[in-house]
């Protein structure tokens, strides 16, 4: 396999025929395109071709705009806030994709607003060029969960079997396969990635050798046996990569651990600042601020108050962990009970531990009910 830069690319603008730079720009490498090649493109030059560049007065506006669902948020040090989210054109991701890097002062770049269409529609225009159809994958970089660092996944795919299912196949012992659907898309994005850069320059790369052409014999290994191919490339455009998007139902992370906490009390997306991004930053003062901000606003019970019992201070109380911090919880016996609860899941949601304690009492004669919610110290969500 094959990955090859294309450089000679030049500053991409709204109108400019993209697929007509490509051309020129596998020509300029001595290359002649084959069905069975894939150009990988990133989405930058996608966008800017498309006319995604926008008027903006920050990049926060325009994120919130191409938002669908915030699914994790945390704070800066400079005070400016990071956010994943489901953006407007499918994939989940930081920022929703907006870029305010490498553009003219005074606007951002939006993704494509329909990626699969847009391979498919550079696809198609290589092809009136140049007579053959290879496969389109347009890439972005992005973060993932559990992993350190930043990889090139497919936004847009026309042309290549986005994902590989083996689900009901055997392995070499005969074991069925249940869970295995193999990102190809993602894996060819990230290989264009390895050769093509923004300071470079080249936002496009040729992959090739990646499958035999659509509708040819496989390749046959010593032992005798058909050897598959990697991927099926050059057949029709296919369902693109709107089916590796993991959303609805069947996504099982749809929440970062404070934001699952905040809409299941009913806390907004805004309502609260959000945690840093860096824990070592936080403090146990900053975290019990957060999470009876949380507890005590929209979805809290009426005819309860939540308050820190006297000032957080003293030898038993640590404000680095909140360890020995008091929250006196007091109303009305059921909102007492289950505005207690809001602040101790609010603090596990911010890696504090808590315990509950009540106690009855009376106020001028009527019913009335106490609760001592009690930090204990690191823990929660978030290892201490």
Same mark, same amino acid.
Request: proline share 8%; with cysteine; charged share 20%.
């Given at each position: 396999?094959?990955?090859?830069?294309?450089?000679?690319?030049?500053?991409?603008?709204?109108?400019?025929?993209?697929?007509?730079?490509?051309?020129?720009?596998?020509?300029?490498?001595?290359?002649?395109?084959?069905?069975?090649?894939?150009?990988?493109?990133?989405?930058?030059?996608?966008?800017?071709?498309?006319?995604?560049?926008?008027?903006?007065?920050?990049?926060?506006?325009?994120?919130?705009?191409?938002?669908?669902?915030?699914?994790?948020?945390?704070?800066?040090?400079?005070?400016?806030?990071?956010?994943?989210?489901?953006?407007?054109?499918?994939?989940?991701?930081?920022?929703?994709?907006?870029?305010?890097?490498?553009?003219?002062?005074?606007?951002?770049?939006?993704?494509?607003?329909?990626?699969?269409?847009?391979?498919?529609?550079?696809?198609?225009?290589?092809?009136?060029?140049?007579?053959?159809?290879?496969?389109?994958?347009?890439? $972005?970089?992005? #973060? *993932?969960?559990?992993? &350190?660092? +930043?990889?090139?996944? /497919?936004?847009? %795919? =026309?042309? !290549?079997?986005? @994902?590989?299912?083996?689900?009901?196949?055997? $392995?070499?012992? #005969? *074991?069925?396969?249940? &869970?295995? +659907?193999?990102?190809? /898309?993602?894996? %060819? =994005?990230? !290989?264009?990635? @390895?050769?093509?850069?923004?300071?470079?320059?080249?936002?496009?790369?040729?992959?090739?050798?990646?499958?035999?052409?659509?509708?040819?014999?496989?390749?046959?290994?010593?032992?005798?046996?058909?050897?598959?191919?990697?991927?099926?490339?050059?057949?029709?455009?296919?369902?693109?990569?709107?089916?590796?998007?993991?959303?609805?139902?069947?996504?099982?992370?749809?929440?970062?651990?404070?934001?699952?906490?905040?809409?299941?009390?009913?806390?907004?997306?805004?309502?609260?600042?959000?945690?840093?991004?860096?824990?070592?930053?936080?403090?146990?003062?900053?975290?019990?601020?957060?999470?009876?901000?949380?507890?005590?606003?929209?979805?809290?019970?009426?005819?309860?108050?939540?308050?820190?019992?006297?000032?957080?201070?003293?030898?038993?109380?640590?404000?680095?962990?909140?360890?020995?911090?008091?929250?006196?919880?007091?109303?009305?016996?059921?909102?007492?009970?289950?505005?207690?609860?809001?602040?101790?899941?609010?603090?596990?949601?911010?890696?504090?531990?808590?315990?509950?304690?009540?106690?009855?009492?009376?106020?001028?004669?009527?019913?009335?009910?106490?609760?001592?919610?009690?930090?204990?110290?690191?823990?929660?969500?978030?290892?201490?």
């Amino acid at each position: 396999m094959r990955a090859v830069a294309l450089p000679g690319v030049p500053e991409v603008r709204p109108g400019h025929d993209l697929g007509a730079l490509l051309v020129d720009a596998v020509a300029r490498a001595a290359l002649a395109l084959r069905d069975d090649d894939v150009l990988v493109v990133a989405s930058k030059v996608v966008a800017k071709a498309e006319g995604r560049s926008v008027r903006a007065r920050g990049r926060a506006a325009a994120v919130d705009a191409q938002t669908v669902r915030v699914v994790a948020e945390r704070g800066l040090p400079g005070g400016a806030t990071t956010r994943v989210v489901q953006s407007r054109s499918g994939p989940v991701l930081a920022a929703a994709g907006v870029d305010a890097s490498d553009v003219e002062p005074g606007t951002v770049l939006l993704l494509p607003a329909d990626p699969d269409a847009s391979a498919r529609t550079l696809r198609a225009r290589v092809t009136e060029l140049t007579g053959a159809s290879p496969a389109v994958v347009v890439s $972005d970089t992005t #973060g *993932r969960p559990w992993r &350190v660092g +930043v990889t090139d996944l /497919a936004l847009g %795919v =026309a042309g !290549l079997t986005a @994902l590989d299912d083996v689900r009901g196949e055997v $392995d070499r012992f #005969g *074991r069925p396969m249940e &869970v295995t +659907v193999r990102a190809v /898309a993602d894996e %060819v =994005a990230a !290989l264009g990635d @390895l050769v093509k850069g923004k300071a470079a320059g080249t936002p496009v790369a040729l992959v090739r050798g990646l499958g035999t052409r659509s509708g040819s014999a496989p390749s046959t290994s010593t032992s005798g046996r058909a050897a598959a191919p990697l991927a099926e490339v050059g057949g029709p455009d296919g369902d693109g990569a709107a089916a590796c998007t993991r959303t609805g139902p069947s996504d099982w992370f749809a929440y970062g651990h404070v934001e699952a906490v905040r809409a299941a009390l009913g806390s907004p997306p805004g309502a609260v600042e959000p945690p840093p991004v860096d824990p070592a930053a936080d403090t146990g003062r900053a975290r019990l601020r957060r999470a009876l901000a949380v507890a005590t606003g929209p979805g809290a019970p009426d005819g309860a108050r939540a308050d820190l019992d006297g000032p957080p201070a003293g030898p038993t109380v640590d404000m680095g962990s909140a360890a020995g911090v008091v929250v006196a919880v007091s109303g009305a016996p059921l909102a007492v009970g289950a505005l207690a609860e809001r602040v101790r899941l609010a603090l596990w949601a911010e890696g504090l531990d808590a315990e509950v304690r009540t106690t009855d009492a009376r106020a001028d004669g009527a019913p009335a009910a106490a609760a001592a919610v009690v930090v204990t110290g690191p823990g929660g969500a978030t290892p201490g």
